[in-house]
């Protein structure tokens, strides 16, 4: 198949498209947001560090619950499956039965991990 000519139609469309791909690529750049996601065992010990500071989630099977310990000046909410939440409280205990439980730790700015705690 021989190479057709480059028409000013043609040439326009490309210039088009060049324009519109890079908008899309800067509108991306700049509105990213990293987001953090940490998918946990609850038999094994579990520490996630946000912002160098140290969240620990361990389940104990002696009193078959989910200790979370944390900073005070952490916030951290706790999704459980059944569709509630509430404000986490250091340290805190769950039972084997509410779990799988999402935690989302935030120090109130844009940033936040979330961590999937399951069976």
């Not at 043609?10 to 690529?25: E, P």
């Not at 750049?29 to 065992?41: A, F, M, R, Y």
């Amino acid at each position: 198949m021989p190479a057709q000519k480059l028409t000013k139609g043609r040439l326009v469309q490309i210039i088009i498209m060049m324009m519109v791909l890079i908008a899309a690529f800067t509108y991306r750049t700049i509105i990213h947001k990293e987001s953090s996601h940490l998918v946990c065992q609850f038999l094994q010990p579990c520490e996630v560090k946000y912002q160098d500071k140290n969240v620990q989630f361990l389940y104990q099977n002696s009193t078959n619950t989910l200790t979370v310990t944390k900073p005070e000046d952490l916030t951290i909410k706790s999704l459980k499956s059944d569709g509630s939440e509430l404000i986490v409280t250091s340290p805190m205990r769950l039972s084997r039965d509410e779990l799988p439980v999402t935690f989302v730790i935030s120090n109130g700015e844009e940033n936040a991990v979330r961590v999937d705690i399951v069976r």
